[in-house]
């Protein structure tokens, strides 16, 4: 460990990956045509045709991407005491929960508007393949939030408490501005969400939902707004909960919504899920890591021990995302410039590009948008969790994660997304075209008319059809004739 890494306070870490993991073992046998992501020392040319030709052998393959042996040292820091097996699934929620730890800050994005770190992850799994077991991370990254939020939950039940035993007429205690509850419970209805909110003043919060129904409950009771429609507000930068009521004790809010969440699903649970909303937008937001089914007869990954050594692997990482403003040297309204993310999305974006010029695959394409925006976040919280120093892994990490995600949610959502997409009809034209050009010839009568606005599904009856020609004849663009047709003066054929 170098002198400097000293001085940070990370403690030393064995070789990635960890040779004594049994489920390790099992995989270490991989095929030479694995995908490293690392296109570093390439020129543009270069890295375009080896970025198109991995990603035409990833997308057409029914295994995910396998993950880089060098991975950043924050994420084998939370990773350190997870099987191999999860690994890869369990590496994303990870830096979605650990973003939470950045008080007000956003970081700039490629088209220089500047974006808070909004990150979630869909983790989906077979039953019983262990996708719960990543609240031990979550456990131990957000410790410092976890009991606040418990503590100052307390104090808001005895105040609340102490008010319900006085009388009407009474003076009631006022509840203090520092009762910050930054976790999320998903038996939570949307005005509680709204009050929470409102309570934490903008500051990012995390939900884990252990099952993607649990999401529902924030549509129970009156006030209650779809799902969908939450998780679409917590995804977008200027996301707002807004909910305006009249009843003195009712919730009247209007701020800002940030809040990361994890989702632990079911194949058939995130397909009844997102059913209705493949073109919506919830879905084209959602991060999804899938864990594959095992082998019957699969030994089961063993979990480290979590204790004091775990913790302290984690600690400075923790300590540097709190100072990330004083760390990144932010501007006076938390906005960052980290240029190494930057240039990483600029080439992703030309990578991408590259391979829909192969396959013109329009579906693919739009689930890219919102897959480069958390791609290049992701990228800021590992270099933030660093101490804002870009390490040479982040790359290739942040690229194998934007196509691991995209190809789980494809793998899931696929067949679906592409037969709703196939669904979408625009008009090929949306004006109506003119009349008069449609008229074959330059002599036409009354009959002739009528036809045509039939034709065009408009209302063909006489009094309709003689008003339009009315309108015609007062603009000069047609006169009657003596034998009751009509001769076109514009518009010529």
Same mark, same amino acid.
Request: charge should be positive; aromatic fraction near 10%; glycine fraction near 4%.
């Given at each position: ?41 390439? /020129?543009? *040319? ?5 970025? !198109? ?9 029914? *295994? ?117 509850? $930054? ?25 884990? &939902? ?73 879905? /084209? ?27 302290? $692997? ?38 991408? !590009? ?38 040479? !892994? ?6 194998? /994660? ?25 008009? &090929? ?17 009354? $009959? ?41 003066? !514009?518009?010529?054929?």
């Amino acid at each position: 460990m170098n002198d400097e890494n000293k001085r940070a306070g990370f403690i030393p870490l064995p070789e990635w990956p960890i040779e004594n993991d049994a489920a390790h073992k099992q995989q270490v046998s991989e095929p030479s045509d694995v995908v490293d992501f690392d296109y570093r020392g390439l /020129s543009k *040319e270069e890295r375009l045709r080896r970025a !198109a030709k991995d990603m035409e052998a990833i997308y057409a393959s029914d *295994e995910p991407p396998a993950m880089p042996k060098q991975v950043p040292r924050f994420v084998k820091a939370y990773l350190w005491n997870t099987p191999s097996v999860f690994q890869p699934a369990f590496s994303q929620p990870g830096i979605t929960a650990a973003s939470v730890l950045m008080d007000d800050v956003s970081f700039k994005h490629t088209n220089d508007q500047y974006y808070p770190a909004k990150l979630n992850t869909l983790l989906v799994g077979p039953s019983g393949v262990g996708k719960n077991s990543v609240s031990q991370i979550f456990k131990y990254l957000l410790a410092d939030l976890m009991k606040e939020s418990h503590d100052n939950m307390e104090r808001e039940v005895e105040i609340n408490d102490q008010n319900n035993l006085l009388g009407s007429n009474a003076k009631r205690k006022a509840k203090p501005d520092d009762l910050v509850q $930054r976790i999320v419970f998903t038996n939570t209805t949307t005005p509680a969400l709204a009050k929470q909110m409102k309570q934490n003043n903008g500051l990012p919060c995390f939900m884990e &939902a252990k099952e993607i129904e649990d999401l529902y409950c924030f549509k129970n009771g009156a006030g209650g707004m779809s799902p969908l429609v939450l998780l679409r507000e917590a995804d977008d930068p200027d996301g707002k909960i807004r909910q305006r009521r009249v009843g003195e004790k009712s919730v009247t809010a209007d701020v800002p919504f940030h809040m990361n969440y994890c989702v632990s699903t079911q194949l058939e649970s995130a397909l009844s899920f997102f059913k209705n909303d493949m073109t919506k937008g919830g879905l /084209s937001r959602q991060e999804v890591a899938f864990i594959p089914e095992q082998p019957i007869g699969a030994k089961e990954g063993k979990y480290k021990v979590y204790d004091e050594r775990y913790v302290k $692997r984690l600690q400075p990482f923790i300590d540097n995302l709190k100072k990330t403003r004083e760390n990144a040297h932010a501007d006076k309204d938390g906005n960052i410039y980290c240029k190494q993310a930057y240039k990483l999305i600029d080439d992703l974006k030309e990578e991408c !590009a590259a391979y829909l010029d192969t396959n013109f695959d329009r579906t693919w394409d739009k689930m890219t948008h919102r897959g480069l925006t958390h791609a290049l976040l992701k990228a800021c919280v590992l270099w933030a969790a660093n101490g804002c120093k870009w390490e040479p !892994a982040i790359e290739p990490f942040i690229r194998w /994660s934007f196509h691991y995600c995209l190809w789980s949610k494809f793998y899931v959502f696929g067949d679906r997304l592409r037969e709703a997409e196939s669904k979408l009809k625009y008009s &090929a034209k949306p004006g109506k075209p003119n009349l008069l050009l449609l008229i074959s010839c330059n002599v036409f009568t009354l $009959r002739d008319a009528m036809l045509l606005r039939k034709n065009q599904g408009m209302d063909d009856t006489e009094k309709a059809t003689k008003n339009m020609i009315n309108v015609w004849v007062s603009r000069q663009w047609v006169k009657r004739l003596s034998d009751g047709r009509f001769e076109k003066l !514009a518009y010529k054929v």
